[in-house]
Every structure is written in C-alpha cells, then in structure tokens.
C-alpha cells in the first residue's frame, strides 16, 4: 500500500486487532509508516495496517 497521498492526514489505523488514532508524518526509509499518536512517533510496516479510516 502507498501511504505518500496520507501525510500531515489524522486518521484512525487498524492495527492487527488495535486501533490507533493519529497523524502521518512520513514514510521512512525502510518504507515504514510514521504516525504521530499518544504523544509518541510510532512505526508501522504496510502489512501490518489492516484498515485506514478519515476522522
């Protein structure tokens, strides 16, 4: 999945069975989703984003 056309986006992920609120900040170079949630930068491999909502 490209996630390029998702950034500076809040949005909720599904995440295997969790679900996570927050805003895209970039692809890394590992082609790695960041998201910017709980006051934390979290990465998320595309595999592992099972559902991607607009809130």
């Known amino acids: 999945m490209d996630f390029y ?4 986006v809040q949005l ?5 069975q969790k679900e996570v609120m927050g805003v895209v ?3 890394d170079d590992a082609g790695k989703l960041v998201i910017f949630t709980d006051n934390q930068i979290k ?3 595309s595999g592992e984003v099972t ?3 607009l809130t």
């Open 51 to 53: 559902k991607v909502e």
């Open 43 to 45: 990465r998320f491999s």
């Open 5 to 8: 056309f998702l950034q500076s």
């Open 12 to 16: 909720n992920f599904t995440i295997g």
């Open 25 to 27: 900040k970039t692809i």
